[in-house]
């Protein structure tokens, strides 16, 4: 008998079949997954959003047999506007204040997570529990032990996961990335990426801010401790705090952290990390590092460096890189140089000359590959699996945890810490320029320089001396009720 999905569902509901995690009570999901049927749609529920869950809802629009059928955002005036705007499209989703009520629904297939960091990695495990496929943006975890708890779901759940690194369904990256393995540029010595975003800072409030009217906030919390929020901008600027993001090597990096794990193979974990840097020239609520660089051995030997910089240089050409100002990564190889960003790659011969170019499409079938991937019901289609997405944000939150315990340290300092690290020496002595032209006195806000830590591979955490301050960093402990139940 060719037993439909819903049927499916139906039977393990009628079964009784039900898990109770973190307060969402839900029907479990069957483990045989056939095929949808050729016209059914696949019933999508959007959760957060702001800014990215706005453009994620554009893009889904766009994609055959994506179907908007739930909105779900814990600020009432942002969830009233997507409500709005789905209606003048003709669409009559669903609305929900509360993403567990949305998982309890048996109408729903998918969810698209849209939210603040500190809450993808147990939304995403709630829902994979609860049965539904997911689309979850990046980083996926906001620590470590997040992601390997994500990564234990998903493997018991088998939900189709796709993360939200849409570079990895770029054509020109794809191709790029193709040629590069398959030797064409000769053999790999290095890779660097760059993380180069002019921000601004963020401000200082003189008391708590009050949240937007009529949210729920402790929805918005999640996991996350209740501290008071002294910047001026609730939504976004979560970003600068520990609490709730990542810094923006945690933010913007993980696009090119996660170009670099791609071009290296990707090799999973890396043995050995060290960061350094701080938020400078901002007097501000962020806590978060504004210039920062890190650099990561893997067992191939092949070294990552990396840098973060969100302060604009003085001198713009003092600023690049061999011409990159803006993100992308650099591949060292033996025949030359694989430039790559979002909407393509270059590759660059030794006399400098563009040999070759891969014009990209910035990701724009990311999307349609996710919702392809769960109607064949195939992980193996995905383009950003988990597997590939949590090792590039645990590489932004490794080098901020060697960072965030190291000793504070002037320029001789910084550049001691890179010595017999060739490519991390080239980033701190251009971060060390950035901060001079701002006349930074690095004796009187000096950079935290970190240890190098040695890396668990199979775990992610930290061993040896410096375990206990560094793993402290890499699993918090979620407010009661937060918890990702394997
Ligand atoms: N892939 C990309 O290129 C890309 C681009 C931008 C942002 N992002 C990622 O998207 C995420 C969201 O970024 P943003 O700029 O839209 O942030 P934002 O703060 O502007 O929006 C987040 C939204 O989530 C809502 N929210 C918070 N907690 C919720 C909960 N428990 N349930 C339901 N809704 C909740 C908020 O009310 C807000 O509307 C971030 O993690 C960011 O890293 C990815």
Redesign the pocket.
Known sequence: MNLTRRRLLKTAAAAGATVVLGGCTSTAAETTRPVYAPSEPVRLGF???????N?LLKSFRQVPLAQVSAL????PQ?LATRMGEAKAHGESPMPFAD?RRLFDSADIDAVVI????H??AV?ASWAAQAGKDVYV???VCHDVREGQLLLAVADRTRRIIQA???NRSDIGLRAAFAALHAGEFGAVSAVRGFCFRDRASIGRLPMPLVPPAG?DYN??L?PAADEPIMRKQF??D?HWVWNTGNGDIG?QGP?ELDLACWALGDPGLPESVLGLGGRFAWDDAGETANAMAAWYLFPGGIPLSFEVRNLAPKDKAAGAYHGIAEAAIVVECADGELHAHRGGATFIDHAGKIARTFAGDAGATHQENFITAVRQRQSTLLHAPLAHAVPSADLAHLANASMRIGVPGDAQAALAAARGHRELGEHVERLLGILEGYQIDLAKTPMHIGPVLSIDRSTGLCTGAEAGRANALLQRQPRPGWEIVV
């Open positions: 959760i957060g959003l702001h800014g990215r869950g453009d779900c955002d814990v600020d942002v993403p849209a939210t603040p960091n809450l993808h939304l943006e990046k980083p939200g690194t849409q949210l929805l918005w999640g939504h976004y979560w933010n696009h």
